[in-house]
């Protein structure tokens, strides 16, 4: 299965308020396994960003003044991620966003293009309700280093999101290696029978009469003897 571990920074928390994306990233994995394949770009949004928001990602606009718009990085963005499922910590967060920037080029939403999305976050908390749940505790709590994670940074934040959702699946990976497992020893066990050496054993006189009254005893119940 081709999934996409996906993340990315803004200029504040609100779409629906003029925020727009400033660098997005995507990080491939097929079949739990790393392909070394990604994504990442930082795009100028045309507009300010916000205190709050620079002081959680460290991207200023000064940094983004040369960097390509949106519409210029929308269709490479959406081949790359085309036909994967998309897994997301807050994934409302990022899905408001990407679909916010594409609906102002006239382009589809994205989810017309993949083929579903996971949100860790959501899952995470069905797993440690009552916990905190953001990715640095995920991290503290699967023993994954995070160390380099100083400030938010969309790659970063992709790459670790896809160690903790392996730690967090598994219980689940294993499950269905030991049933292949099983599986496989079972198709390629053979037992090897010579008919001929067989036994043909009659049941006792005493035997046939149990048998009777057993079968009497079930009629009398009511009860289907087979």
């Known amino acids: 299965m081709r999934q996409i571990f996906l993340d990315t920074e803004t200029t ?4 629906d308020q003029g925020h727009r994306i400033i660098e997005i990233a995507a990080v491939e994995i097929f079949n739990r396994r790393p392909t070394q394949r990604h994504f990442h770009i930082y795009v100028n949004p045309e507009r300010e960003i916000d205190a709050g928001a620079q002081e959680v990602h460290g991207i200023s606009l000064e940094f983004l003044q040369d960097k390509p718009l949106f ?12 036909g994967a499922e998309l897994i997301i910590h807050n994934a409302p967060f ?7 920037e594409l609906s102002r080029l006239n382009m589809d939403k994205l989810e017309t293009c993949i083929s ?8 995470a908390k069905e797993m440690r309700p009552g916990q905190r749940n953001n990715l640095d505790a995920l991290c503290r709590h699967f023993g994954i280093d995070n160390s380099k994670r100083t400030l ?8 670790l999101l896809a160690e903790v959702y392996i730690a967090m699946t598994r219980g689940q990976e294993s499950l269905l290696m030991e049933l292949s497992t099983v599986t496989e020893q079972v ?37 289907t003897p087979w």
């Open 12 to 15: 504040g928390l609100y779409p």
């Open 71 to 82: 519409a210029q990085v929308a269709s490479e963005f959406i081949e790359f991620v085309r």
């Open 94 to 100: 990022d899905m408001g966003f990407l679909n916010m």
């Open 116 to 123: 579903g999305i996971v949100d860790t976050l959501k899952m």
């Open 152 to 159: 938010h940074g969309a790659l970063l934040d992709a790459e």
């Open 187 to 223: 198709s390629a066990t053979t037992v090897a029978v010579d008919m001929n050496a067989l036994a043909l054993v009659a049941a006792t006189p005493a035997e046939l009469a149990e048998h009777v009254q057993y079968i009497e005893g079930l009629a009398k119940s009511g009860a």
